[in-house]
């Protein structure tokens, strides 16, 4: 199943594919008026959200002129010249004719010079590689967890359980903010990727402190979580405009590259952590 | 020019003081209204009924303005202020303003550049060194027509200009302009016109209308950059006067809804991409209260500054594009 998420092109703004691969997992999943994706567990009374963003990096086509595409980068990955684009079925090329400085003034070349539709979104490209259990591939932690996410979304619950693959991550996650806004959940567990070697659950990150409990309660079902703290650290935790939100972080080598690598003994532990959370009762 | 663009550039509504603007729009939509409501933080709500209604749909503009704030008065009786909204600190010096209810008439000030040392001469305009000098000898002189807390707007007169608009707030006159020219008609479904508030300092009013609303979709109208001047490389410009309503695709704030936004497209005689993914407004505060947005905007030069420029043919087909869409969604 991750191979198959990896090549499904998400970007920020277009992530129809990957929600229909979902819907054929989760029939009954249904889409909010902003896009996100949800599955509901109804269980028990109590709200829980259980929450990982779908999106990758998105590039928009904004003007084209001369062969040379303008093109806005939505997302937090590093560009560089050399990196490849895809448009549907089209290639492109990130260029520079900024020698000193590369990184500035890029465009891109399509394949054939194509012309791109203004407006356009594509994606970065990143392909999927695996050696035993270590994986390289795009959006690592977030393709993880929507596995994980799948696999427990029927599994047994106390809560009424919202299973919400998140669209505009990548947009300070507006997707988030729209579904909580909407379900006005009693709990919110989420999933997002951290450079620490280890899964962990944040305790403070920019504009967000967990609640002792919530830390608590993450470490007792699986005790090999480390406690991050990190005030300088973005987190989509932060959005959550929930008193009972914790994120865990999924760790990834190469947070900030097109591909990450991780390490698939993660993920016994995230759907470890996701089953006893669903079961953890109204508390 | 429209003389009821006119009148709404000419009318002072900087954020958080657009009471003289909202009660003229109430007066000029009153006869097409089947129901208006303030609320407590200032949002205009005009309700029209649809024929036919399936869906409620809420069209957006804001009613405020950048400017600024008296924050002190010195000694010898110069204003010294802050600013309200986005504004670029180098088009403030030497600008007619007007400051308050009274409209005191000012200028801004700085100290003359011969006067300063050769290393600071080319440095950029900082707003803490200016003052709004209204001719007043002293403190106390200032203080009977002047208080803290005033607003000060740009002192600018709405007019044509070649064939272009020319005034002070296009940023979001138009936008308020526009939804009162269709206020006039009845669609099939309720249309819900909301005049917001604050959006030049962080989109609070629209984020309050939004939850108060809860429209089934929401079209922001507003008034966005247009950078089709001398000097600027091409692929920098984010919209041109007179090439039609200008569509987002994505924002600081938004990523617009694709199907919403190719919808509103079909119906636009005329229309550009807005090229260059800068600025926000009002749909960033709406569409996270799980509403479908999307973004319409009339292209301007020179916004947030003392005077804009916009197209009427711009303006025309912004309010085409929108009734198009009532007509057929």
């Known amino acids: ?283 | 020019m429209d003389s009821i663009l006119k009148t709404l550039c000419n009318i002072d509504s900087v954020s958080g003081r657009e009471n003289e603007l909202r009660d003229y729009i109430i007066e000029m939509v009153k006869p097409y209204a089947d129901k208006i409501q303030v609320d407590s933080i200032g949002n205009l709500y005009v309700l029209k009924k649809g024929t036919n209604p399936k869906k409620k749909i809420m069209l957006c503009a804001h009613m405020d303005e950048v400017g600024m704030i008296v924050s002190s008065i010195t000694d010898d009786g110069y204003i010294r202020f802050k600013i309200i909204g986005g504004i670029d600190e180098s088009v403030l010096v030497a600008k007619r303003v007007r400051i308050g209810d009274k409209k005191v008439l000012g200028v801004t000030g700085i100290k003359a550049v011969h006067l300063l040392p050769k290393d600071k001469r080319k440095e950029k305009v900082d707003y803490k060194e200016m003052y709004i000098d209204i001719g007043a000898s002293s403190k106390n002189d200032a203080e009977e027509i002047v208080k803290i807390g005033d607003p000060v707007y740009f002192d600018t007169k709405a007019e044509k200009l070649g064939e272009l608009c020319k005034g002070k707030a296009l940023d979001d006159r138009g936008g308020c302009y526009a939804l009162m020219m269709l206020l006039r008609e009845t669609f099939e479904n309720d249309v819900v016109y909301v005049f917001t508030v604050q959006e030049e300092v962080g989109l609070r009013g629209a984020s309050v209308a939004a939850r108060f609303v809860k429209p089934d979709e929401c079209i922001v109208v507003d008034c966005t950059t247009c950078l089709d001047m001398l000097d600027v490389d091409e692929s920098k410009m984010s919209t041109h006067l007179g090439k039609g309503v200008a569509v987002t695709v994505v924002d600081s704030a938004t990523f617009v809804n694709k199907e919403f936004r190719e919808k509103l497209v079909s119906c636009s005689e005329k229309f550009q991409y807005k090229n260059v993914p800068v600025g926000g407004n009002d749909a960033g505060a709406v569409h996270i209260n799980n509403i479908k947005t999307a973004s319409l905007s009339l292209p301007g030069r020179y916004i947030h500054s003392q005077v804009s420029l916009a197209s009427p043919k711009d303006i025309e087909n912004l309010i085409t594009t929108i009734k198009n869409y009532l007509k057929e969604n």
């Not at chain 1, 590259?257 to 006893?276: F, G, P, S, V």
């Open chain 1, 1 to 283: 199943m991750l191979e198959i998420l990896s090549a499904l092109n998400s970007p920020c703004g277009g992530e129809e594919h990957i929600k229909k691969y979902i819907k054929t997992k989760l029939s009954g999943a249904c889409e909010d008026s902003v896009g996100n994706l949800i599955y509901r567990n109804k269980g028990g009374d109590k709200k829980l959200v259980i929450y990982c963003s779908l999106d990758e990096d998105a590039i928009v086509v904004m003007s084209q002129k001369d062969g040379k595409i303008n093109f806005a980068h939505v997302g937090d990955k590093k560009i560089h010249p050399g990196d490849t684009v895809s448009f549907g079925g089209y290639k492109g090329v990130v260029c520079s004719d900024n020698k000193e400085k590369p990184t500035e003034d890029m465009y891109i070349r399509t394949v054939g010079n194509v012309e791109i539709e203004t407006a356009s979104i594509g994606n970065l490209e990143g392909e999927y590689y695996c050696e035993e259990n270590v994986v390289f591939m795009k959006e690592a932690a977030a393709r993880v967890a929507v596995c994980s996410m799948i696999e427990c979304a029927d599994c047994e619950s106390d809560f009424d359980t919202y299973f919400v693959f998140g669209v505009m991550g990548k947009k300070s996650s507006r997707g988030l903010v729209a579904a909580l806004r909407e379900i006005k959940p009693d709990k919110v567990l989420l999933f997002e990727q951290t450079e620490k070697e280890n899964l962990t659950v944040k305790f403070l990150a920019t504009g967000y402190v967990c609640s002792r409990e919530l830390v608590e309660e993450i470490t007792e079902i699986e005790p090999s979580v480390e406690k991050e703290v990190d005030s300088k650290a973005k987190s989509a935790v932060s959005f959550a405009e929930c008193e009972n939100a914790v994120c865990v972080g999924v760790p990834v080598k190469f947070a900030n590259n097109i591909r990450q690598e991780i390490n698939l003994d993660i993920k016994d532990k995230i759907l470890n952590i996701i089953r006893k959370t669903m079961k953890k009762g109204c508390e």
